[in-house]
């Protein structure tokens, strides 16, 4: 199989143009907004819908925008096709679930051993990383926006323990994204699954383990009743970056007003849903460990490197795809490089002096 197959496996299609008439009332438009996650969900389902939310109300009520979760008006997986063909005028997600489209759509999101949440706010928004991302997004018929970021995630949950290479091999593992190809190098059997359906898979041992997000979320969906050992860092997804995507057919008949409302609603949401994951992540950790007797676990350094050099291999053929995939891949690598430098003697020192302090 050529390094194009392997990347965009069989989900690619070309994008539509063609748009489901929005109902209009004196000038006032309703959206309908598809999403990746269960309805309600923390942060990732309550986000959406509060940039739904915000968006009616930057806008005066020119646009009101309606929720459907995953599975409601197209599966999760779907949300992209369902935007990109007018199906819907906007979803919420995470860009690497499309990366059958074209590999690159995981450095929007995130890539192993990529960049922290800050580092992507940089290079997304500093860095060149938004211009590409329209690039990119724009042969689809879809305008892209940063919408949220829930940080460092887990490194996922596992029945029993991983200690060496050879308890990775064989396994059923839910993992996304270019990390999940990381994993497939190293003998796993990965399984995309969205996540209102890792908890079924995991109860009826149709898959061993999975990474899903991070302890809030974590949580919520209850994978400590099933498996117990819990595992970090996530090498996988440093930095998750969550996404909106808008039909840019939809965009263009909006007023330069309302345009600004759209992106102002979305930047919001970014800010918010972060500081949000970083409040309530600590406090769920302390829940799962003390109330539900989950092991926390560092992953062992042989496992991780094995990750990295399995990562580097996977994240370097995206940049034979195409120009745009090669372009891409040498502006994330700059960034990685010249914002981890910062990180190192900023973020990281102070962090690591900080633990040396008080101990723990």
């Known amino acids: ?139 689809f018929g879809v305008k892209p926006f940063p919408c949220g970021n829930t940080g460092t995630q887990m490194g996922g949950w596992f029945r029993g323990e991983v200690n060496t290479l050879d308890d990775l091999k064989g396994l059923k593992f839910r993992m996304p994204g270019l990390g999940g190809e990381a994993l497939r190098q190293l003998g796993v059997n990965v399984v995309a699954l969205p996540g209102g359906e890792i908890f079924q898979a995991l109860q009826t041992g149709a898959i061993d383990g999975a990474e899903w997000v991070g302890p809030w979320n974590d949580l919520a969906f209850g994978f400590y009743r099933i498996a117990k050992n819990y595992y970090y860092p996530g090498f996988n997804d440093p930095g998750a970056q969550v996404s909106c995507g808008v039909n840019m057919a939809a965009y263009n008949e909006l007023s330069d007003q309302d345009k600004a409302a759209i992106e102002a609603a979305c930047l919001a949401e970014d800010n918010y ?74 973020d990281q020192a102070y962090a690591n002096a900080r633990q040396r302090a008080y101990g723990g």
């Not at 009332?25 to 990732?44: A, D, H, I």
Request: charged fraction near 20%; proline fraction near 3%; aromatic fraction near 12%.
């Open 273 to 346: 849903g972060y500081a949000e994951f970083m409040a309530k992540n600590g406090q769920a950790l302390t829940t799962l460990v003390t109330q539900h007797g989950v092991q926390l676990k560092e992953f062992p350094d042989e496992i991780f490197a094995a990750f990295a050099e399995a990562s580097d291999k996977v994240v370097d053929a995206t940049g034979n795809y195409d120009a745009l995939a090669k372009k891409v891949l040498e502006s994330y690598r700059k960034a990685r490089t010249e914002y981890g430098d910062w990180t190192r003697v900023s």
């Open 1 to 139: 199989m050529d390094r194009r197959s392997f990347l965009m496996g069989s989900g690619a299609v070309a994008a539509g143009t063609t748009l489901a008439s929005p109902a209009i009332s004196q000038g006032r438009k309703e959206w309908k907004m598809v999403t990746t996650w269960p309805k309600n969900y923390p942060g990732l389902g309550t986000g959406a819908q509060r940039t739904a939310d915000r968006i009616s109300r930057l806008t005066d009520g020119r646009i009101t925008v309606k929720l459907f979760a995953a599975g409601e008006l197209v599966p999760a997986f779907e949300a992209f096709d369902a935007v990109s063909n007018g199906t819907a005028e906007i979803y919420h997600a995470a860009d690497y679930y499309f990366q059958g489209k074209h590999p690159s759509f995981s450095f929007f999101t995130t890539v192993p051993l990529g960049l922290l949440a800050s580092e992507m706010k940089a290079w997304v928004m500093h860095g060149g990383g938004w211009e590409l991302w329209n690039e990119l997004s724009n042969q």
